[in-house]
């Protein structure tokens, strides 16, 4: 039986959106629209619309590329409150899917990815969708992209141990930089601002999401 994914859809934003207090409507239309199934490995096409974070890469462990669950990344979006006119730095955009979604809330997407073989079916795949105020460039997740900047959004797809000051250093004034801190259950989607030239940031929310290689916290020597 061939799945209606454009039901799979509707049931997604009405049972783990709007469920879980993501009620901004530009975003909620965007993930109707988007087609969440184009940017999921062939393999798992089926499980395009579940409630749970989705591997990307051909193997899991210590490295793995996961596709954001659908909650958390509404979430994190929303409290980016995203304009039309905004620039937005997408980091660990993996296959393009939260390109593509970012692209209907902001004037254009620079969409940040250290993997080459998920660069190029992000690109790929959102060409063929004419996402065309998407930009795909290849570099380390963890010291952004500074050519593209100074952004009026930054949001992180995955959760990290330690945000690098390099990102926070490419947001504009007034600039906005969502991110999960923290691994499992100990994780927690921060909002950071940054005005008269400083990044603050404050926890909102608890989330636990895979997390993105390259922002591992720096062990400290013990004797």
């Not at 209606?4 to 934003?13: G, H, I, N, T």
């Not at 006119?85 to 969409?111: E, I, N, P, Q």
């Not at 994780?187 to 997390?211: E, Q």
């Amino acid at each position: 039986m061939t799945a209606d994914f454009a039901e799979l859809r509707v049931k997604m934003v009405d049972g783990q959106l709007r469920t879980t207090d993501v009620t901004n409507l530009p975003l909620l239309t965007a993930m109707l629209e988007v087609p969440r199934e184009d940017f999921v490995p062939d393999a798992r096409k089926a499980l395009a619309y579940i409630d749970d974070d989705i591997l990307l890469t051909d193997r899991g462990g210590p490295g793995a590329r996961y596709l954001m669950e659908p909650s958390p990344f509404a979430k994190l979006v929303q409290l980016a409150e995203i304009g039309p006119r905004d620039r937005v730095l997408d980091v660990g955009a993996g296959t393009g899917y939260s390109a593509a979604v970012l692209s209907r809330l902001a004037g254009s997407v620079v969409a940040l990815e250290s993997d080459s073989s998920l660069a190029q079916k992000a690109e790929a795949t959102l060409a063929q969708l004419g996402y065309d105020n998407v930009s795909v460039v290849r570099g380390a997740l963890e010291a952004g992209h500074p050519q593209g900047g100074p952004y009026d959004v930054i949001v992180v797809e995955g959760s990290v141990e330690a945000l690098p000051d390099a990102l926070l250093g490419q947001l504009a004034e007034g600039g906005r930089l969502a991110v999960v801190e923290g691994h499992g259950h100990a994780g927690a989607a921060r909002l950071y601002l940054k005005a008269d030239g400083v990044a603050t940031g404050r926890k909102v929310f608890n989330a636990a999401v895979k997390p993105l290689p390259g922002f591992e916290r720096v062990r400290e020597f013990e004797f």
